[in-house]
């Protein structure tokens, strides 16, 4: 725990409680504090901390991260605490039963053979080695589990046909594995490296110079925490919002105006990758761009990270940011995360606490909605 | 070498399947012993994410067995616990693991013989199948 502590200069913390004020958790669920966390594991209560139910719940959105004064690295230090809580027999709460995080772990099996590319349609070039990279990440496994209220395939499809468009025929691999960002942040660093050799080594087989993901967990997955494996080589590493803004400005593709249209920050993307400026862009470039109050590195996360821990708290996140979404007037709330798009939706499949009216906006996934917009199509 | 003797678990609902069971020990009901029985309230408590654990720490099959439709004594967990085999075969699908190995039956109380026979041909399929390869890292 020290080390972490060192780490993540958590002894800086002056507990002047700016994290506590600014975290979205904390804001509905009164027993999470991360100042307090912070104070406990300065006074080495290492146990208490592994076994607290409450360090499953921090959504490492790192909203405190940015407002932090000491810059304590907040997120990063839960992250330590959950792999070495992990390590002691602890797990997470997670959603749907864990069953994700079982999906997660099968695919670090070297032998197993996946069928995860039904989805590619005769009218979509692929290709198995090449220059470009397209690292579809859990779009297939959503679309196993969620296909009752949205479409993640869809954003596959649609990235494709965008890289089409751009002349690319991209590599897409049967044997990509899952990224491993909700292993790594739920403290199962093992598999998490398992994950990501076996990754590295059809990357590799794959001659692929630029890897595009329309997942942002899974950029800063393989930017970020790939480093180490990746060294030595030059691997060029971009988000899908990025890739169509550079189409834009270059004149390679055109949009046809879709809307008024307001945007969801996805964590990763915003605070972790500092992108917030491309998908803005990308919007503007087929409608006008409405922004919510909280936007940005203000913006809140949509409720759920990592599958670890999903509540009525979560919900009650979401659906104070759909409310937020549906007063700006916009017609929809685009977003670039899957995860954002499949937690929205989710809030509002079932029963919803509050009047339909106010949170009936369409979500819909940022490269779907510019793809629906080609101009030409 | 040794004959592959498969290791299944079983989730039997406690008010039909387990029951079931029951009768076929009680009537002296030969079957395979590759089975390890689970006793849940109900087969619709079975959430795929059971399965799928089971099959990463090494079972060669996972039978759900509960009460046939209209008869589940809270009233619809057997529909959901076939949506839910069916949500997780599709995954197993995507996953490359063998749909084979997880098998959902409707076995009453009375029907010692039907769990017997049941776990018979299962047994026999795996055996067919062979190991499942998550156990074997
Ligand atoms: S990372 Fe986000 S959820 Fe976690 S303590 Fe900081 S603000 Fe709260
Ligand atoms: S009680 Fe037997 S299936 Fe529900």
Partial sequence: MKQIIKRTKAYYCVECGKCSGSCPVARVNEGFSPRVIVERALSGMKGEIEGDRELWTCLTCEACTTKCPSTVKFSEFIRGMRSSAFNSGYTSRCSQGGLLHSIQRVQSYRDIVQNRLQWISDDLKTSTEGEVLYFTGCLPYFENLFSGFVNPLEIARSTVKILNKAGISPVVSPNERCCGHDLLWTGNVETFQKLARLNIEMIKESGASRIVTSCPECLRTLKLDYADFFEGTDIEIVHISEFISSLIKNNDIKLNRAGIMTYQDPCRLGRHMGIYDAPREVIKSMGELVEMNKNREESSCCGVSAWATCEGNSKLMQIERLIEAKSTGADMLVTSCPKCLIHFRCAVHNQIPVEKEKVDIPVVDLTVAACRALAGE | ?137
């Fill in chain 2, 1 to 137: 070498m040794t004959e592959f003797s498969p290791r299944i678990v079983a989730f039997c609902c406690n008010w039909c399947s387990y029951v079931g069971a029951d009768l076929a020990g009680t009537s002296r009901l030969k079957y395979p012993d590759n089975i390890r029985i689970m006793r849940v309230m109900c087969s619709g408590q079975v959430f795929p994410s059971y399965i799928l654990k089971a099959l990463e720490l090494g079972a060669d099959g996972v039978l759900v067995a509960g009460c046939h439709i209209g008869d589940c004594h809270y009233v619809s967990g057997n529909k959901k616990a076939q949506e839910r085999v069916e949500t997780l075969l599709r995954v197993m699908k995507t996953l490359g693991l063998d749909p084979r190995r997880v098998r959902l039956e409707w076995i009453s109380a009375s029907e010692g013989m039907k769990f017997a026979s049941t776990v018979k041909e299962f047994v026999e399929e795996i055996k067919e199948l062979g190991p499942n390869l998550l156990g074997v890292r």
